[in-house]
């Protein structure tokens, strides 16, 4: 399994980036895809989450502001990120969570860095 993000890097506070995610070694439509984040010192927090189905969360700090999709033809998931704050910057993940026979799987990418600067 693999998942492997992009899309990071440097942007001013008020701008946009969008961050990517191609999954590879799953059956991406069955999965539950999820961005997270990790801020220096702090723990690892869902960002947003879009379900197999395609309902979508959102953590509330980033309701409004940010969006999840996926694309299921291209095993991809992005997060379309607006009106970037200073608190948005962190390492941002990629989980990939399945259920099967009442067992829990999951997967993470490596991470991409979003600094924001104010």
């Known amino acids: 399994v693999q998942l492997v993000e992009s899309g990071g890097g440097l942007v001013q506070a008020g701008g946009s980036l969008r961050l990517s995610c191609v999954a590879s070694g799953i059956i991406f439509s069955m999965n539950d895809m999820g961005w997270y984040r990790q801020a220096p010192g702090k723990q690892r927090e869902l960002v947003a989450q879009i379900r197999s189905g395609g309902s979508t969360i959102y953590a509330d700090s980033v309701k409004g502001r940010f969006t999840i999709s996926r694309d299921n033809a291209k095993n991809t998931v992005y997060l379309q990120m607006n009106s970037l704050k200073f608190e948005d910057t962190a390492v941002y993940y990629c989980?990939?969570?399945?259920?099967?026979?009442?067992?829990?799987?999951?997967?993470w990418g490596q991470g991409t860095r979003v600094t924001v600067s104010s």
């Open positions: 989980n990939a969570f399945r259920q099967i026979l009442s067992r829990n799987y999951e997967d």
